[in-house]
């Protein structure tokens, strides 16, 4: 029974760390919010209260051993010895969440225990003894424990702030032995294996605690999302209970894998998700728009968003021919040649998020070259801003994206073969665009990345809400039932990221 507390716990705490821990520039600033509703909590105590009890059991006590007198009989030395805690079932469990504390509670719970008697009897004429086995049902068992969650640092400091176990009844039923033997082990013992198994409960539940907490605390700072770019989820500030959830607040911004990034985002969301009530949903994951700005930023620093182009649907677009009625002198100059085109991004792409939508701006240089005898020579180059429209989504556990043209303006920069007329030109570029610029950023944002979820679980039924500057995961979780938890966590447990772009 105290194994489905811890495992509740352990759980509960897992889905939090997850999304914590990672190197913090300021310690203002926190960018992705998530709320734990009492939906959610629930899930989780049921999940675990079924799941986990079997990480408790067996559980071996310490031998009892006492000397008693027996009505009639006498003195007698009684020995209790390998005592085993093998079943233990919990009908009800709570969680309530208090103003700085979670209190875990579970009512009505038995155990089962088997262990083996020994008794000695001896009197002037004699010394009788005789062995045999017993069981014993632990009855109407409460146990309860107080732990406390505070920002340690950027890091989650779990404490046991109170705990106990009480048990109301125990019932022995002896193998062997004579009659009169029984209620001098009912009434000498009840009370030493009430104590026991009160005693045995708690010093696991404090050892388990003492595990989790070290586990929340030797985490890693960044968390790989992969050679680029590592994600930044360090607590900001300390949980923020309340009757119903737990919130947590989160840096969550991308960073480069070879050092800390400075980044001029300062609209940082300053409380915890509001939780999906329509329906009601277990998570709530709020990501502010400078999450995804943030990972721009990175990846355009990394000189990862610029391409050369020689190859496209309408392959005749890259020949000189094609191009001899929209820019005569350019056939002029090379006919009947080859092309390709270079694009390079000038400037991190501007995400932005409205009431039930999504934008992104791209600011692209395309520059013509022309290959003349395996040469590639640069005769001119045009400015695109791109205004584009986006849309988030959920592919498994993943937050993936894409995006879709809506306008583009396009201005000459400069022309090594006289002036461009930008009107003619501007169909090639929006076909350009359509079939190669958009569908290679499409082929990176649908990959997306791993939402914070340990392995075994999965989101479900998700809806994404757009809002200012906001975009929110409201979710409910699912646990493959086929999945065993890892007895022991190791980061690729734990942090399941893979390639983003």
Known sequence: MAACILSKLMIFLSLICIISNAHLQSKEDGFISVSISEKGLEFLKDLLTEKAVS???????????KTVRILLIGRVKIVLSNIIIYHIDVPYSNVEVGDDEITISALKATA???MDWKYTYQNWFVEVSDQGKASVEVEDMKVGMKVSL???????????????????????KMDGGASWLYQGVVDAFSDHIESAVENGILKKLTEGISKIGSLLQSLPTEIKVDDTSALNVTFVSDPIFSDSSVGFIINGLFVPMNGALT????HQISQASVPCYTPARMIAMSLHEDVFNSASLVYFNAGLMQWRVDRIPDQSLL???????VVPQLYEHFPNAGMVLDILVTSPPFVHVFDGEMEATINTDVTIDVVSDAEVIPVACGSVVISASGSVDIAGNNLTGGIELDKFNLSAKWSKIGDLQIDDIKPVISEVLDDVLLPRLNQLLVQGFPLPLIHGFTVEDAEIVYSDSVITVCSDVAFAEDYKLPA??????IFPFRLFM
Do not use: F, H, M
């Open 55 to 65: 990480s408790l059991t067996p559980l071996e006590l310490s031998p009892i051993e």
């Open 112 to 114: 089962n225990l088997s």
């Open 150 to 172: 505070k920002n340690q640092g950027g890091a989650l400091k779990l404490s046991l702030e109170d705990s106990k176990c009480d048990i109301e009844d125990v019932d022995i």
């Open 263 to 266: 980044t001029p985002y300062r």
């Open 319 to 325: 020949n000189t021919t094609e191009w001899k009625e």
């Open 488 to 493: 022991k966590y190791s980061i690729s447990d």
